[in-house]
């Protein structure tokens, strides 16, 4: 099932399934309201007291904030007046887990912990992302854009890290022949070009060394566009995304809308249709903020960065046009021998570690056969490759997952190479450590602020059935921690460890909201969406099914739903 199941899906259910009571054709293709609608987006407090979520209004598709209070399970709509106090999602922590920080409705919150105090850092127009603390604790960053603001928490003062410009550099263009022969002729034209770049050393040697002012900008070309920057947490390095300017990504497809409301056809945006331009490639930089300097990564520096997967297929295709009497294709323009060309690749994300002394950044080849991940040696400006996973079908979008343990010396990541999911540690430059293995899958780990445990969610039972587990981070069993029965959708770690946060459905079951402690224990049910109508009804019992397949030596699990009357003995249908 879908992280965040949608009640439509249980509409389908409504018509396989005889309940007691008839369902009519209508009742089963109505408006799945009448099911009850299922919990969206859960999340927790920065206190870790209560638990956020979405539901869908009865009749409607707003969306209302929901706060489970723990203590007393009381579960209250949160209302205009009392967003002003409400938390945000996806909330950042500075190392010592007395402040928090979230973007709600595209602004910056900044929460004590001990006092609850809260503060609005921004209030505009922009949409700020990304909010995360310095290493020393004492600014909070976040993004606009691709530009990164430092705010210093103690004077209240926010600033631009980082000034980017997709330009040239103004103070690049040299003189012509003539205007050197002007130079040369003229000592009054030499002398205020010399008091020109006096004044402007002068103003950088200010801007560099007054933390007052504003930094100096880095200029990167005016032809290249940026599509992605991180910051830091020391405020030391910044890696920036790029892609050229003028790339043809491709035409957008249109979807015609012919019933709308203003009784004209209208179009709507799509997606460059499959097969047609490939995504644009990325170069990487990596910028030292202190001593200005902007260096390129070289993707050379990649393993099989020059590997061609594609070679064999193309010369499979160039002799079957052949064979079909086309020929050589006089357009077609053949590689000399031994040209080898970096593939063009994309960077999904970039992590750095707390004390922003490592970074880890994923890159994927356009032709998804290979993925990397690497860190970045800042004395020489290189890219250090630490796993490489290839595969000649094609490289998953799940399980991608990766980070670094809260001291910053183990990476962490998720890879396919065993042919399942599985979680690894590595410190750099070492050999890869298995944490998990088995034919099962692991996804979305999530690792304890102390950085002991890590916990996941896995399909170790069956293909079909999801739970929580954890493995220590040094090595060690793979322990079950929920026992939702298999439908367990998504799960969230409370900011102090010590409690799970359970998103669950089941076949007649619209995702539902529970709270387990992380050593073990039953759950506690936080939620019932359904309606009195819909949980009146008995539905009958689902049963999973191994088919024997005639490809592979592990079954195909199916649903099995079984007649009222239903006869072992008789062959159906």
Known sequence: MPRFAAASLFALVCVLAAPARAITLDQAMADPDWIGAPVEAPYWSVDGKSIYYNLKRKGSSVRDLHRVDLAGS????????????????????????????????????????????????????????????????????????????????????????????????????????????????????????????????????????????????????????????????????????????SYDEGKIAKLQHYVTESGYEEQEDERVRVGRNAPAPNKLWLLDLDAHEARELSLADLPGSRDDPLKKVREENRSADEQRGKGKDPGRKEKKSGEAEVRAMTVPDIVWSRDGGQVAIQLRAIDNKDRWIATVDFAKGKLVSQHRLTDPAWINWNFNDFGWTPDGRMLWYLSEESGYSQLYVKRPGARATALTSGKFEIAEPELSADGRWFFVRANVEAPYSYDVFRVASTGGALQQVSRSGGGLDAFLLSPDGSRLALLQSGPYLPAQLAVQDTAGGSERSLTDTRTPEYKALAWPKLDIVQVPSTHVARPIYAKFYKPANFDPSKKYP
Not at 149 to 171: C, M
């Open 74 to 245: 009381t579960d209250v709509v949160v209302d205009p007046a009392s967003m002003a106090g409400a938390d945000g999602p996806r909330a950042v922590f500075d190392n010592a887990r007395t402040r928090a920080a979230f973007v709600r409705n595209g602004d910056v919150f900044l929460r004590e912990i001990g006092s609850g105090r809260l503060t609005q850092v921004t209030r505009t127009t922009e949409k700020e992302t990304s909010p995360q603390f310095s290493a020393d604790g004492r600014a909070l960053q976040f993004r606009v854009d691709n530009d990164w603001f430092s705010h210093d928490i103690a004077s209240g003062v926010t600033g631009p890290a980082a000034i980017l410009r997709a330009e040239k550099d103004p103070d690049s263009k040299k003189p012509d022949d003539l205007g050197e022969l002007q130079l040369r002729l003229f000592s009054t034209l030499r002398e205020i070009r010399d008091d020109r770049e006096a004044k402007k050393a002068s103003e950088e040697s200010f801007r560099k060394g007054d933390p007052t002012r504003t930094p100096l900008p880095f200029y990167l070309g005016e032809d290249v566009a940026i599509d992605g920057t991180s910051l830091s947490p020391d405020g030391r390095h910044l890696v920036v995304v790029t892609k050229p300017k």
